[in-house]
């Protein structure tokens, strides 16, 4: 069997989810750069409590991951697998930064890595597909670095201060990231 690490990177590790993260998650409803860029529904700020509703349980169709760094235990974003298709090897991955000052610095290639390599060794999964906001290029350099295949376009479905975006659907496939 080879060597890999399963929930440490290079700069992050994958930690569950605890009641004491609902802070940080609410902290970075008040940053509509982040929310814009994560989400296309409505944004608004939450409370702690409300922001307590990510803090998952344990569910059979989805892992859910907190990113903390490996230099001094930061919590500064999450990354999940949802709409897990047993059946059918498939599922759906969201990420997020929360933490501005750790944006555009590696981190979050480092988190798509480590998931990719979750989902495709121990989950045994066939395909990992994404959505996102044909505006949000940051992300969109990091998923194609890591591999992802743009998919589908579709268009104009978000709008945002009077302008319509496409969103974009991305795919990997295990033989693909394997080939990497």
Partial sequence: MDSYSIFTGRLLRFA?????DSAAFARWTQDADYQR??????????????AGMFNGGISQDSFDFRLRTLVDDTLIGFIVLFNIKWKNGSSMLAMGIGEAAYRGKG??????NLLLGYAFREL???????NVIAYNLPAIRAYERAGFQLEGRGRGMVHRDGERYDLLQYGILREEWAAR
């Fill in 124 to 130: 045994n999964l066939y395909r990992v597909g994404l």
């Fill in 16 to 20: 569950p989810p605890s009641a004491e």
């Fill in 37 to 50: 860029m994560l989400e296309d529904d409505p944004i608004r700020p939450l409370s702690i409590e409300q």
């Fill in 107 to 112: 981190y979050g290639s480092d988190a798509l």
